[in-house]
């Protein structure tokens, strides 16, 4: 159910006398002693009541303040209006309802019925205990008593007015396509970011309709799915752990931060390129030290960690790395055993760590090791930082090789994506020292080789064109460089500096 109508109202009221006092306390007072001295022009009757939700205050010292009418307890559909004044003086009232109300709040068709009703149109599939509202539907000449119903499921969000006498549909609306709103967020990782919102009843949700309603929901620390975040004022997180919508906001960050990046350099729209937005589940089981992508769900989970050794597992080069194991599994598909497994990894970390980059976050300044945010006691910028995987010299984690051999399939592919990922940062970052996020990145090559590198913004292209163009769900280190070699000529040319590049950075992994 939804709070009830007068619940609804009392939550308006004190957002909007919350704003007023800010800046003026005396609108919304003088407004309803307006609408109290005008109750005609405001088609009040008796048991109206109204509550303030909006006050913009002109230069001229106009004030327009804006009310929702409630009726007998229960919300006025088409019953808010805006009470215009000037220096106290009344100046006019907009509103479309034409006559006072005057009916009864009892129904004769009962909520189960109206529900039912709604359900037939939706169908059986929706998520969750649907909600329902008495309201009054005052936008045509005879004013309704009604059922608001809402039913949802992840495909959609519907509103259904059903008349509470006749059981007549009276109207029906989405949720969804109505209202991206720009909330703010208090991140663990990211510092304050903005966040695309999606306006609904009641509030917003964490679901942003500009990028496919990529959405996160809330695991509760249990292992099943969850609701989407839901917030009164789209002010989302505390920046600590003790707001569980805090590392909420930081997957529905890195969503945001992925989703731009693919779509911004690589014209990828969404993970399976169709526009469609995944969602993040977060806050999943008890102490949980890891993240994965699930291709059967198309979302991404995230743990608490134990709060020992390891933070929420919510970094952004962690988000981005998820996401790209869903792009990996829609293009190659590598198979996650083996060197196609090591490349799988690879991929993800290459392609997180291009994110991490481009989102350029002053919190999250851009470097090459991954996961450095989760761990707990790293200091940011200090050069000793531990991380899970340092793509300049993946030999620092004691696990991963540098140099390839034809063992390394044998290895966790957590391990054998070392080879890749080095062979990427010195293809995009040459092998001369160089400093990112106060650590120093002093690659080593594994035959002595000196050399520049392509840069980043060419690194990733030929990366991406080779994942998505060349590789097969089975290819190893041999195929990879076949692969990147076919992509850079593509791009840059059969004869150019950065084919030759190419070959010269994974000769430097010994992949020859
Ligand atoms: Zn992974």
């Given at each position: 159910m939804h709070p009830n109508a007068t619940r609804y109202a009392a939550a308006l009221l004190a957002m909007a006398v919350g704003n007023a006092l800010a800046a003026d306390p005396a609108p919304t007072g003088r407004a309803l002693g307006l609408l109290r001295s005008h109750a005609q022009a405001a088609r009040a009757s008796a048991p109206d009541r109204f509550v303030a939700r909006d006050v913009i205050v002109d230069k001229d010292g106009s004030q327009h303040v804006r009310f929702d009418r409630i009726y007998a307890g229960l919300k006025v559909i088409g019953g808010d209006l805006v009470m215009h004044s000037r220096h106290g003086r009344y100046q006019g009232v907009s509103l479309t309802q034409s006559e006072p109300l005057v009916l009864s709040v009892r129904p004769t068709f009962n909520s189960r019925a109206a529900i039912v009703a709604a359900g037939a149109e939706?169908?059986?599939?929706?998520?969750?205990t649907p909600e329902s509202a008495l309201v009054i539907d005052a936008r045509t000449s005879a004013p309704s008593l009604a059922w608001q119903v809402r039913l949802h499921n992840e495909r959609a969000d519907m509103t259904y007015l059903i008349d509470a006498h006749h059981g007549r549909m009276l109207d029906r609306w989405s949720n969804r396509e109505t209202a991206a709103a720009n909330g703010t967020a208090h991140s663990l990782y990211s510092g304050d970011v903005a966040l695309v919102t999606d306006s609904v009843f009641g509030g917003f949700e964490m679901r942003d309709p500009s990028r496919g309603n990529s959405r996160t929901i809330d695991g509760s620390n249990s292992r099943t799915s969850g609701r989407v975040y839901k917030d009164a004022d789209n002010v989302w997180g505390n920046g600590t752990v003790s707001d569980p919508a805090t590392g909420a906001a930081d997957a529905q960050y890195g969503a945001a931060m992925t989703w731009d990046y693919y779509k911004n350099i690589?014209?990828?729209?969404g993970i399976n390129n169709d526009g469609k937005g995944a969602y993040n589940r977060v806050h999943y089981g008890f102490g949980y030290n890891n993240a994965y992508w699930s291709d059967s769900c198309f979302c991404m989970t995230y743990g608490d960690g134990d709060g020992t050794h390891l933070m929420p597992i919510l970094s952004l080069d962690i988000t981005g790395h998820e996401m790209s194991h869903g792009v990996s599994a829609r293009t190659a598909?590598?198979?996650?055993?083996?060197e196609s497994g090591g490349l799988n990894e690879a991929n993800s970390d290459i392609m997180g760590t291009m994110v991490e980059f481009y989102a350029n976050n002053p919190k999250d300044t851009?470097?090459?090791?991954?996961?450095?945010?989760?761990?707990?006691?790293n200091i940011a910028g200090s050069a000793s930082q531990r991380a899970l995987r340092y793509m300049f010299n993946p030999s620092a984690d004691h696990a991963s090789p540098n140099c390839y051999d034809s063992n390394i399939g044998k290895l966790d592919v957590h391990y054998s994506s070392g080879v890749a990922n080095l062979f990427f940062y010195l293809l995009a970052e040459g092998t001369s020292a160089k400093t990112f996020s106060g650590v120093n990145h002093k690659p080593i090559t594994c035959n002595g080789s000196t050399f520049a590198g392509v840069g980043r913004d060419k690194a990733q292209k030929i990366w991406y064109r080779a994942l998505t163009v060349y590789f097969t769900s089975s290819t190893g280190y041999a195929g990879a460089r076949a692969a990147t070699i076919s992509a850079a000529r593509d791009l840059y040319g059969a004869t150019s500096a950065e084919a030759k590049m190419v070959a010269t950075a994974w000769s430097a992994v010994r992949v020859n």
């Open positions: 939706f169908g059986p599939d929706f998520s969750g690589h014209h990828r729209t598909n590598l198979i996650y055993s083996g851009p470097d090459y090791l991954i996961g450095e945010q989760v761990f707990v006691g």
